[in-house]
């Protein structure tokens, strides 16, 4: 099943009974006049509230980001004619986090799975990924909700599909008798298949009313981006070596390349780089990838020759020639002696075998390795807490040499296998949870 991002988790709806309320039921309401098909009930409100708490700043995070890619979303969405409401979806499904990857490969802000990545034209390989491209992914996504329109004729269920596939939807629809009305549908949703909806909603209600719940919107610190392409494979270390272009500067404008490495394909590859650096690329754009050439040859030996004729003395300096890999000599073909002729003697009557001693049983295995997917608002001081480890054996099991973590990327456990269970449910904790129960070991 999907998971949404960090405190956002639908499934904290299993553990809330939200009342509804007529405030928030009246603003979706008004959305209506919009365009926005009417849906609310008691898990849609469930997560009004989450959103509202705002713990970890999660909730001006997303806002912040939201403000910086709705400008990309929102032309890709004009372009296929889909109403304005379609760009919230990837607030709700991955908190827009353009590195976002779930348990089933699906990634990006929307996010896509592989086969829509791949029907929609999006490259994917293991140097690159565009449906980490807000720009690119955002025009796959739209096509993909236009032509799922074009099959409902129903926002409700082409939103569901987005998410849980169009196949799986249309069993659920056979389950509820054949019936078309969504809310009746809704009922025969698994909890996971749910979030989807209800998310979205939640999402498009709180950020689009930002201003009346009090939180504040916190600034996606992404410097202006100019376009450039490169005609070689080049490790953003050189580059950054070169231009002083940094490789976290490049990893945030080019969230599609997945390695420090920026690939070549046999054609130029347009990627971004900080506007106000554009002049420093600009100097070494057409030599840069003959530096990386002269670099990576072979150091070459001169040797100084000193000729001296009629009494002048004349100096060359040439590079020494490799020398060539010397060709073996043949081995001499000597003849094989004449085996004498074999006596077989008569075999002795065998020996009784001895019983073989069963072998030592190795001991069971104490320990096991569990994963966990950091959040944003962990530490690693809470991780070392609730898995109950030093911090120190926490970044030699998962080599890290810094004291920072990544959103969205996976950190290892060596736990003991009896309590595989208690350490595996601390992957669905929100941030909340997580210190508080920091804070009872």
């Known amino acids: 099943m999907r998971k949404y991002y960090s405190c956002l988790l639908f499934l904290l709806i299993t553990e809330l009974t939200a009342a509804l309320n007529p405030v928030w039921e009246a603003r979706i309401r008004s ?34 980001r939201y403000a910086a890619f709705a400008p990309q979303m929102e032309l890709a969405q004009k372009t296929y004619g889909l109403p304005w ?12 986090d353009a590195r976002f990857t779930d348990d089933d490969g699906s990634c990006g802000i929307w996010p896509l799975n592989f086969s829509m990545g791949k029907k929609y034209g999006l490259k994917q390989n293991s140097y690159y990924d565009e449906r980490r491209s807000v720009e690119r992914s955002s025009v796959a996504a739209c096509q993909y909700l236009k032509d799922l329109q074009h099959i409902y004729r129903d926002w409700l269920k082409s939103i569901t599909a987005f998410s849980i596939g169009a196949v799986r939807l249309n069993q659920v629809i056979r389950l509820s008798g054949n019936n ?56 953003m270390a050189f580059v950054e070596e070169k231009t002083g272009i ?34 420093a690329w600009q100097k070494v754009e057409d030599s840069i990838c003959f530096f990386l050439t002269e670099k990576n040859k072979p150091v070459v030996i001169y040797d100084t020759i000193i000729k001296v004729i009629d009494s002048i003395t004349y100096i060359e300096v040439k590079p020494r020639p490799e020398k060539p890999n010397p060709i073996p000599a043949p081995k001499p073909v000597v003849p ?3 085996p004498p002729p074999v006596v077989v003697p008569k ?39 609730i898995f109950d480890c030093s911090i120190a054996e926490l970044k030699q099991w998962n080599g890290m040499k810094s004291n920072s973590l990544m959103a969205g990327s996976t950190l290892k456990f060596y736990v003991p296998i009896a309590k595989k269970t208690y350490y595996n449910q601390i992957n669905a904790m929100s941030l909340a949870q997580k210190r508080n129960l920091a804070l009872k070991d």
């Open 31 to 64: 959305l209506e006049q919009q365009g926005l098909p009417f849906f609310y009930n008691e898990d849609v409100q469930a997560n009004i509230d989450i959103w509202l708490k705002n713990e970890g700043s999660a909730t001006g995070i997303i806002a912040g």
């Open 85 to 96: 409401f379609v760009k919230y979806i990837p607030a709700g499904n991955s908190g827009l």
């Open 180 to 235: 078309l009305e969504f809310n009746e549908i809704y009922k025969y949703l698994l909890p996971g298949e749910k979030a989807p909806i209800v998310q979205f909603y939640a999402a498009l209600a709180v950020l689009h009313y930002l201003p009346e719940t009090g939180i504040r919107s916190l600034d996606y610190l992404s410097p202006k981006a100019d376009t450039v392409s490169s005609r070689c494979m080049l490790p």
């Open 246 to 279: 940094t490789v976290a500067a490049l990893q945030q404008l080019n969230p599609e390349f997945k390695d420090i490495v920026i690939p070549w394909f046999g054609a130029p590859l347009s990627f971004h780089i900080p506007a106000q650096q554009k002049s």
């Open 336 to 338: 094989k002696p004449t």
């Open 347 to 385: 075999p002795n009557p065998p020996a009784p075998k001895p019983t073989p001693k069963p072998a030592p049983k190795a001991p069971a295995p104490t320990k096991m390795w569990v994963y966990y997917k950091v959040k944003s608002g962990d530490g690693l001081y809470t991780l070392s807490d």
